[in-house]
């Protein structure tokens, strides 16, 4: 059983910049995938960037995309989200997930992840 735990969650200003980290509890396989999604109140998990098994190609949703960033460090069994140019719609309770065997055409579906961290809130304010 793999745990994930998230971190890097706070309050920020529009236009400013959060760093989140996700660490898994042990060493990721060359085919899993690592991914994050975000979830408003009363509504369900969104998409929103992966990087698909060990080849290092980078997946993002249409409302992140040039503004987010995913990257991995396998060594150290890390996924982080590097998010800049917030804006208030990026509020949201934020998760990272583990995929073991995907493959790419469901990277963006939640329902193909296989373990997720607890989610850590981000707000940005206006």
């Known amino acids: 059983q793999v745990q994930l735990a998230e971190s890097g969650g706070g309050l920020v200003q529009a236009g400013g910049s959060l760093r989140l980290s996700c660490v898994a509890s042990?060493?990721?396989?060359?085919?899993?995938?690592l991914g994050w999604f975000r979830q408003y109140p009363g509504k369900e998990r969104e998409f929103v960037a992966a990087?698909?098994?060990?080849?290092?190609?980078?997946y993002y949703g249409d409302t992140v995309k040039g503004r987010f960033t995913i990257s991995r460090d396998n060594a150290k069994s890390t996924v982080i989200l590097q998010m800049d140019s917030l804006k208030p719609e990026d509020t949201a309770v934020y998760y990272c997930?583990?995929?073991?065997?995907?493959?790419?055409?469901?990277?963006?579906?939640?329902?193909?992840?296989?373990?997720w961290g607890q989610g850590t809130q981000v707000t940005v304010s206006s």
């Open positions: 042990e060493r990721t396989s060359s085919t899993s995938t």
């Open positions: 997930a583990l995929g073991q065997r995907l493959i790419l055409s469901t990277i963006h579906l939640p329902a193909q992840y296989d373990y």
């Open positions: 990087m698909f098994r060990n080849y290092g190609r980078t």
